[in-house]
């Protein structure tokens, strides 16, 4: 393995890069957008945020007040951006973050695996660009970070069906299937 390969095979190169600068510039884009408009918490906001503090024993309420959500999406994803930035900003910023990281590099590594590098960079530049990727910003991001999970899934095997798997590859299946 040379100096320019990353994890999985993935080459350091102009359009891993452009691959990045995508992810940066929507991330800032979405970060704005969050924070110029005051109490925005999309539609599922006020349930990410109040099934956090439940989890953690912040709040307590009535047992039939209650929506359990899985433990670690969003509750303890969250839980750090709400003790920092506080309930506003903290959402807005884990909704920006989360948005666009894992969605977009889960993607990117999927496409690569299976387009030439210039054609994945227009894949990802697509799905930035996306409404639905969009609506899901408003809706509540945790259907991205699902879908991110089988993208990886997907990217580890694609290399165990033409036997060439590395670690990465399995480690990929395994964590995105558990």
Known sequence: MD????IGGLRWDRYTQWA???CVALLVVRLVVALTHPAYLGVDGGAYE???KLLLGWIHLPQQLDFTRPPLAPGLLLAPFLAWFGDDKGYKIWEAVFSVFPFLPAAYLLASRI???KRAVIAILFLAVNPWHWEIFVTGVLPLIAISLLFLVLWGLLAVVEDKAGVWDKVAIVGGIA
């Not at 100096?3 to 990353?6: D, G």
């Open 3 to 6: 100096a320019s390969t990353a």
């Open 20 to 22: 990045i600068a995508i």
């Open 50 to 52: 109040l099934g956090t």
């Open 115 to 117: 387009l030439a590098p």
